[in-house]
């Protein structure tokens, strides 16, 4: 079995990466298994494929991490890299008129803040799973705390059963206004009873310093992939209790496809 890895979009390129790993599935990593949670699963999956996933979410757990969510965005991108690496009998990360795995994900419609890929070619799932966690640099994608879903596909070819793991941690897929929405609703919550959307903050959002409009006492811009909370800086100011008006503005970023940031600007009064 051989097997290929990459951290991330840059190490597309790590096909020289290759390496034989012993097929053989040791009886103790079969047994006394905790169960694992079912993720909401595609129609595309094979046997195969869930073996795989079956596999990697019981890792986890035996080392208290949560399962992985089912990513289908990025189960189409892992499909579609078996199915060239099988025609092609190549184990390769980026095979020859193919994008770099980040650029897959997003045109399957991934949206992440990091992302990560396992390959390999094997006899069947139980000898790939093997040889992954065999290996650090794989063992460490399946093992990472830094990734939350994960999509599987195997292709059978001529030179056996082509594997990919594509994890990753997803970022919401959410417009201006329902980004706006939230930093609102935050703000609101941690006691400003005046926070709303303005023009100007949505033009100081796109400025690259300074501030649109009227002067204001204290402005933030700020890129997050979750806005589950303020920025701490912006946290503070809020608790201070010195200011009563807070004005918020979200605009587009200069991402790179698939890797999404949200981009914010606070202004204080």
């Known amino acids: 079995m051989k097997s290929g890895r990459s951290f991330g979009a840059a190490a597309a390129a790590a096909c020289g990466l290759l390496f034989c790993i012993s097929s053989a599935y040791p009886e103790d990593r079969q047994q006394n298994r905790p169960p ?5 699963l595609s129609p595309h999956l094979s ?9 990697t979410n019981r890792e986890r757990s035996a080392v208290g991490l949560q399962p ?41 419609g991934a949206r992440f803040s990091m992302i990560a890929e396992n390959i390999a070619v094997g006899p069947n799932p139980e000898a790939i799973h093997n040889g992954w966690m065999h290996s650090p640099g794989h063992r460490k994608n399946i093992l990472s705390a830094d990734v939350s879903a994960v999509g599987i596909a195997t292709m059978r ?17 959410l417009s201006l206004e329902q980004q706006e929405e939230k930093v609102v609703a935050l703000l609101k919550g941690d006691g400003f ?42 946290l503070k100011k809020v ?10 503005g979200a ?18 009064n």
């Open 239 to 248: 608790e201070s209790r010195a200011y009563r008006r807070a004005a918020v």
């Open 47 to 55: 046997a195969e494929d869930k073996l795989l996933l079956d596999a």
């Open 193 to 234: 009873l005046t926070a709303e959307v303005t023009a100007d903050a949505r033009r100081t959002c796109n400025m690259d310093h300074g501030i649109a409009g009227a002067p204001a006492a204290y402005a933030i811009r700020f890129e997050v992939t979750n806005l589950n909370k303020l920025p701490d800086d912006l």
């Open 68 to 108: 992985l969510k089912w990513d289908e965005a990025l189960a189409t991108a892992a499909r579609q890299h078996a199915q060239v690496m099988a025609s092609q009998n190549l184990l390769l990360h980026q095979c020859l008129d193919e994008p770099p795995l980040d650029q897959r994900a997003a045109k399957a």
């Open 36 to 40: 694992v949670p079912t993720p909401s």
């Open 157 to 173: 070819g001529s030179g056996g059963l082509f594997a990919v793991q594509d994890f990753s941690r997803p970022v919401e897929a």
């Open 251 to 268: 605009c587009r970023g200069g991402d790179t496809p698939g890797f999404t940031r949200y981009h914010i600007a606070v202004l204080l």
